[in-house]
């Protein structure tokens, strides 16, 4: 079975990383582990991130893309007020939708997300004691 090529954004998003207090390098780092080499753009990471966010906003229901964009409006309910840039927030908002995604939205089977690696991210506490409990991450990912 082939992986998904994404995969670790989907698992990052997800909660199956640890998240450092600078997501943007965390991305960054998947991002290269993703294409073999250091590309350091912070372009590269955004241009992924709208990417998937296109596709299924696209796939699962099209008018949801109104609501996805009136979340990056800073007086929002969802960044009411918020100070931050407009990248963060976007980071926020888009993995914040990969991360609600069912098997059915994402249109491929949570298997073909493989497993997290170490060598990537390292993995957050949460995911430590899923994979002491269960031989697979899928098994749970199928339950909720």
Known sequence: ????????????????YHSSSDVMDDLRLIHNHRVGHTMGKDSDVMWVLFHLVSIHLLRVNPFRIQDFLGKLDPNHMYHYHSKKPFDQRFMETALSFLGLLSEEDLGFPFTELGEPDPEVLPLSDGTLARLEAHPSIHELEEKS
């Open 1 to 16: 079975m082939e992986l998904n090529s994404y995969r670790h954004f989907y698992l990052y998003a997800k909660g199956w």
